[in-house]
């Protein structure tokens, strides 16, 4: 009794390692589950190459042969063949928990991955944060994408954007489909430079770097496709991007990347310095009434009740409003009005 | 004319993907680079595996090399076998980069990877920050470390954390000597939650996830050895951690992952509500001096320089210091003793 689930790899029955082969040979029985990416191969094409036949999982999604691939796992030595590298989708890592919570022993043989090949656009692997998908538009909105992508450049990192597909449906979402749901949102600024990557790893993949206005208006042929939306820019990324991926050198020339933290740092701190430079100090000595400190300290509830309801999303804005509290509680302390200790 | 990069995959000769070995029997002159990472195989039995002779590189780090090969691509089919997936080394990337320059077509096939393989720990590929290298102790102060560990985290952000290597001495940091030298900088919390990964996508890896103070005691065998640190862990996450990786329970009950601007919110707000509660106002009317006003203006100037000293380091703290500064401001006008506008 055994799970093995084996990597195809990027694109088709070729990129099968020696070791995926010798995998599917050991097993009792073989499956193909090949609706979670868009593959260049069949179940039969698989079956050929590895010298035995395979058997397609029909059902669709994964989730609902799980059952009956687990209950057979239990008797026998059950192999599945999956596209990309194996633990990309969320559906193969469950079928692996509830494999391993029953006692099936599991194996995972390991294959290549757009997660990896989008090296070949020139950005490091290093600089990437965290990965989003754009859904197809009946699947729901791409506010995540837009936030995503907002908090990457946070920290200046790459962002792989992958696009949703149906495969029993053959709709696969396009770079041009893409982009335009993220331009309709009116929250995404359409000279962000990205890179849009059409079937890597086969023998007739594109890269190319550009606007997202310009990308828009191209046509990368058949799925998949992928966008990657780049960060802070290294020399040689920047180098890499112009001589792998086609980058108008203008479009690096004077490009700033700055995370939200820094540009309120900024933005806040020009304003201030220049309110310093500009306020008159009214004549001294002024007396000041109960009103006055009574209205400040409303003042003060409202910020606090500002940065409160963003509190856990990490919003540097709710943090500026707990801070300038901090700030008109501290100038009412060191004027005398007000008594109280940090 | 032709530099083709075959990847290796991620342990060994079996790794090697029915496309990479087609690759390879179609150049010219096949080398191998045997020293970015720890292989499971030599050149002799990758050359058997493709069934023609592999030369191996000598010179240690590849860019002694680079020249030569490039000159050799320039007139004939050059394919050099890397180990995990072929660009994923800063090094290879610039090799393509020259190569391009120069005109030479380029070809990568790709293979399995750490990057990807490390999913074997349960934790979403989706959702892991930017990667980093613990360096062999006389290569440089693990200072990156702590802060790419302190970035990510601030976004709930999982981290890859590799550990370096000195192939031709033979030299592999451990799980132990990483963690050690974390420990060692004072900065790292003994109590953290890591997972340890060893020889992973090999017939005898082992991953465990437990505190950092519990791993450092265990022995993990042969490298290569790599660690993870979870960020923020979804209920499928922490599943998988205790199925696939053995993760004490109790290290998951009330785990919080919290960024540094949520803890600032957290702190500050705490704070000023205890003081609005027991705040006490001096009998009105209260008469201010310009010297009271003149303070307060030095106090917004010394909170401004604070804040422009870190500026670019996207340090929510800077961020702080402004908004605080801006409160004073405010103050001051809202008190009627300055005036200016915003």
Redesign the interface.
């Known amino acids: 009794m055994t799970l093995t689930l084996i ?1 195809i ?2 694109t088709s ?7 995926a082969i ?1 995998a599917a040979n050991q097993a009792d029985t073989v499956y193909a589950e090949t609706y979670t990416m868009k593959l260049d191969t069949t179940p039969q094409q698989l079956g050929e ?1 590895i010298g035995r036949s395979v058997h397609p999982l029909t059902r669709g999604p994964m989730e609902e042969d799980a059952e009956n691939l687990l209950r057979e796992a239990e008797t026998g030595d059950v192999a599945i063949l999956v596209g990309g ?4 989708a ?1 559906t193969h ?2 079928l ?2 509830d494999a ?2 029953r006692g099936i022993p ?1 194996k ?1 043989v ?4 757009i ?3 989008v ?2 656009t ?1 950005l ?9 998908t754009v859904p197809l538009p009946e699947k729901g909105p791409v506010t995540t994408v837009i936030r995503t992508l907002r ?2 450049l ?4 790459h962002t792989l954007i992958l696009l949703d597909l149906d495969e029993p449906e053959r709709r696969y979402l396009t770079i041009n489909q893409a982009i335009t749901r993220l331009e309709k949102t009116g929250e995404f600024n359409m000279d962000t430079l990205l890179v849009a990557a059409a079937r890597l ?1 086969s023998e007739n993949q594109v890269i190319r770097a550009d606007t997202a206005e310009n990308l828009k208006a191209q046509d990368f042929g058949d799925a998949p496709h992928a966008i990657v939306a780049p960060g802070r820019l290294h020399f ?1 990324e920047e ?2 991007l112009k ?2 991926a086609g980058c108008p050198p203008e479009l690096l020339t004077g490009r700033k990347v700055q ?1 939200e ?2 540009r ?3 933005k ?2 020009v ?3 220049r ?2 430079r ?5 004549p ?7 009103a ?6 409303d ?3 409202r ?2 009740d500002d ?2 309801y963003y ?6 804005v ?15 302390k ?9």
């Open positions: 990597s790899g990027l029955h070729k990129d099968l390692s020696l070791r010798e190459t590298d194996a633990l990309t969320t890592i469950s692996v928990i391993a919570k599991v995972v390991h294959g290549s991955s997660i990896t090949a090296a070949e020139g490091s692997l290093y600089k990437f944060g965290r990965t989003v908090d990457n946070e920290q200046g990192l790893g040689m180098e890499a001589a792998l995370g933290v820094d309120l740092i900024e806040y701190s304003g201030c310095r309110v310093l500009e306020l008159k100090t009214n001294p000595p002024k007396t000041i009434n109960k006055q400190v009574d209205e400040l300290l003042h003060i509830n910020y606090l940065a409160e509190r856990g999303e990490n919003d540097p709710a943090l500026t409003s707990v801070a300038y509290a901090e700030g008109v509680l501290d100038a009412l060191l004027l005398g009005l007000v008594e109280f200790e940090w």
